[in-house]
């Protein structure tokens, strides 16, 4: 009976695990034209990233966005391969340590408040402008 109970938490953890944004391979980096944003689904910060974030796509519709849960193992590699290319991220965190964690155009921004909308808006707004 304790075996099966175990198993049935670790069948559920997985499905935890798996469930929400579709984990991406190491080797399947988003490119710097894409807006990366790695979060936990529930966090203050988290959820107000995502909600600008959402205004941000209707403004600016070829803004493509890829989310990645960290509740989801496969994410981290991504994310730990990510930081790896970066000396120090921006916003409230240089060594990434808060959620949200945005990549966008070659720039990492650890956590979300109003400084980071702002310069995150920049380079949105800067990457939607025709190349002259």
Not at 21 to 37: H, R
Not at 39 to 66: F, I, K, R, Y
Not at 68 to 94: D, P
């Amino acid at each position: 009976m304790t075996r099966l109970i175990a198993g049935m938490i670790v069948i559920g953890l997985i499905g935890a695990l798996a469930s929400g944004c579709t984990p991406v391979s190491p080797g399947d980096l988003p490119g710097e034209d894409t807006l990366a944003i790695f979060h936990n689904g529930s966090g203050p910060m988290c959820l107000e990233a995502l909600a600008w974030l959402e205004t941000m796509q209707a403004e600016h519709p070829d803004l493509v966005v890829e989310e990645y849960l960290t509740t989801n193992v496969a994410n981290l590699a991504t994310l730990s391969e990510l930081k790896s290319q970066y000396s120090q991220s921006q916003g409230l965190s240089t060594t990434f340590g808060y959620l949200p964690i945005i990549f966008f155009a070659g720039q990492a921004f650890s956590g979300f408040n109003e400084d980071v909308q702002t310069a995150l808006g920049a380079l949105i707004e800067a990457a939607g402008e025709p190349s002259s």
